[in-house]
């Protein structure tokens, strides 16, 4: 079993439409939780991080992390088809460079 | 005036070979990366080096070397390659505060094939 698991999807919406995205991971030592976006043959780009539980906003997205269920959360409001591309999970402990990675979920979003 | 910049970005090679992929880092940043993303796309670390220092060296095949000349660039070499070394390899680069944040900023990959 891998340590942060993620739905490989593809999840397809309509534009407009709320994309929700989730991760469950195992290892109650992570801290720090990211969200990458990669688009097909380019790198992972950060959209966001957290320290901890909590939420964060920033525009049209919006991160969760409860730490208690090992769930964290993405929601991108408004969706547009430039926001189709893979959506990667990302944690790490608090001490450390290393990033553990989701295996991503596919995102389309059809005009 | 790429930030992370890779090269090259596709290696086509047979097995048994030695291939070398290079990565530079225009950000000032002091701490680089390797990762490596299978077919099912999950990134894992390799390396990780910080003002040329090596700080991370996950269990990799001894086949793979890093090297960092300096803390704007960071290379690596590949000895004896294999069918299981296809993948796309990402270098990627932060500052110290951003390693402890997880903010990475990612190169475009290099894609390697194995024959």
């Known amino acids: 079993q891998k340590e942060v698991e993620q739905d490989p999807g593809p999840l397809s919406v309509p534009e407009g439409a709320i994309v929700s995205l989730n991760c469950t991971y195992s290892n109650s030592a992570f801290q720090y939780f990211m969200w990458y976006r990669q688009y097909s043959r380019k790198g992972p780009e950060l959209l966001m991080y957290t320290y901890s539980s909590g939420n964060k906003e920033d525009g049209r997205f919006t991160a969760q992390v409860d730490k208690s269920s090992k769930y964290i959360s993405l929601f991108i409001r408004d969706s547009q088809p430039s926001d189709s591309a893979t959506y990667l999970c990302a944690m790490k402990r608090a001490a450390g460079n290393k990033l553990t990675f989701g295996g991503g979920t596919r995102v389309l979003v059809k005009p | 005036d790429t930030a992370v910049s890779q090269t090259p970005k596709y290696l086509v090679t047979q097995m048994g070979n030695d291939k070398s992929i290079k990565c530079e880092q225009n950000l000032g940043h002091d701490t680089m990366y390797w990762y490596k993303q299978d077919s099912k796309k999950f990134l894992k670390i390799m390396f990780s080096?910080?003002?040329?220092?090596?700080?991370i060296n996950e269990t990799v095949p001894n086949r793979f070397s890093p090297k960092s000349p300096d803390k704007a660039h960071l290379n690596l070499h590949i000895n004896s390659l294999e069918l299981g070394d296809s993948a796309v390899y990402f270098c990627?680069?932060?500052?110290?505060?951003?390693?402890?944040?997880?903010?990475?900023?990612f190169g475009e990959g290099s894609r390697l094939t194995v024959l």
């Open positions: 990627a680069s932060s500052t110290s505060g951003g390693a402890n944040t997880g903010e990475l900023f």
């Open positions: 080096y910080n003002n040329k220092e090596l700080i």
